[in-house]
């Protein structure tokens, strides 16, 4: 009896060493899959050519805990070759975030407030963006990709391009009855805004009364 009560407790020692997070504080490559990093400091790039964070494993969620990461010639964020990564609670304050032959990964409750622009580039599908704040521009080169519940603002309009496949949507197929990014009742698409108070979210007709604009908005190609 004795033997399978510690049995018991060195298997709950270890399922919870197995769950628990690793404390970062300094730009690195995050390369153990499944695992999970959560930043306890604002983090500013080398200006050595490298990526402030390098995502190279799978199923790697990072949690920034609403920390910054800035670079000011570097990436701020680079994700290579994997698949089923999370990011959030991210301020991305410096040059690019860019998703590079990778796909089905998660972005949510971020700010994208950088100089720079997130890029999302070709073989880089099905990847998701909801719930965070862009001022930066967005270039989607890949398929699939979905935007849906983020705020899109700037001075003037933030300049998003996608490609020409018409894969890559920013809204639901259908809605889901639960409060948006700006205090709505339902989550389907994006707002748009500028400074001015004239982007599309502010100006377009409501015509159901449901807090979605009638027409889609039209973007740029790549």
């Known amino acids: 009896m004795r033997k399978i009560i510690l049995l018991i407790i060195a298997m ?9 997070a690793v404390d970062i504080d300094a730009c690195q490559v995050l390369d153990v899959s499944g695992e999970t990093y959560t930043l306890t400091a604002d983090l500013e790039g080398s200006y050595d050519g490298s990526s402030c964070i390098e995502i190279t494993e799978d199923n790697i969620t990072l949690d920034c805990d609403d920390y910054s990461i800035y670079s000011e010639e570097d990436n701020d ?10 990011v959030q ?12 032959e990778s796909d ?16 999302i580039g070709l073989n880089s599908d099905n990847n998701e963006f909801y719930n965070n704040y862009f001022t930066m521009p967005v270039n989607v080169a890949g398929a699939s990709n979905a ?26 197929s259908s809605i889901i009855e639960a409060e948006n990014i700006i205090g709505g009742y339902y989550i389907g698409g994006n707002y748009w805004a500028n400074t001015e108070g004239t982007s ?4 377009c007709e409501d015509v159901d009364g449901d807090g979605f604009c009638f027409k889609s908005r ?3 190609f790549i």
């Not at 709950?12 to 628990?20: E, G, N, Q, R, T």
């Not at 089905?104 to 890029?119: K, V």
């Not at 599309?200 to 100006?203: G, L, R």
């Open 77 to 86: 964020l680079l994700l290579s070759e994997v698949e089923g990564t999370m």
């Open 147 to 172: 935007f849906y519940n983020n705020y899109f603002y700037n001075t003037g309009e933030v300049d998003v391009k996608i490609n020409g496949l018409g894969t890559t949507t920013f809204s639901l």
């Open 218 to 220: 039209k973007f740029n």
């Open 200 to 203: 599309f979210s502010e100006t």
């Open 104 to 119: 089905g990964n998660y972005f949510e409750g971020s700010n994208f407030d950088g100089e720079g622009e997130l890029t």
């Open 89 to 100: 609670s991210c301020n991305f304050l410096g040059t690019n975030i860019e998703i590079f």
């Open 12 to 20: 709950s020692f270890l399922l919870a060493v197995s769950v628990s």
